[in-house]
């Protein structure tokens, strides 16, 4: 009987380190960006330049993926000018809108605020 408590109890120890270093695999852990898309809307401003955001490998690994939705205000002149999360994968969307701030629109006369949709495919 004392065999398997102690069994039981070093199980559980590997299984707290597994899951501390698969957070901390996440967070250190950041890969290319294959395997996204943006889906512009019918009323959004050309992108002239684009950067993917970062795909960790950790997520990819686990095949942990989906849509992130950010909003973003573009400025006259074409820059971002804020973002804001509105749903996905928080560690995902930090990714993406660390991205879309690089991002340069068209120039336009006004002020713009628009959804921008980025899927994350861990199988592409």
């Known amino acids: 009987m004392m065999r398997i408590a102690k069994a039981i ?10 899951l501390t270093f698969s957070v901390l695999a ?4 950041a890969g290319n960006a294959t395997g996204q898309t943006y889906e512009p809307g019918d009323n959004d401003r050309k992108v002239i330049t684009k950067i993917d955001p970062e795909y960790p490998d950790a997520l990819k690994k686990l095949y942990i993926g989906g849509v992130v939705r950010v909003e973003l205000v573009v400025a006259p002149n074409g820059s971002v000018k804020s ?42």
């Open 83 to 124: 973002t804001k999360l509105l749903g996905g994968n928080p560690i995902l969307g930090q990714s993406t809108m660390k991205a879309l701030t690089k991002w340069k629109f068209a120039p336009s006369a006004s002020e713009e605020t628009f959804p921008v949709k980025i899927e994350f495919d861990p199988h592409k």
């Open 9 to 18: 109890r070093r199980g559980m120890r590997y299984s707290g380190l597994f």
């Open 26 to 29: 996440v967070l250190f852990n």
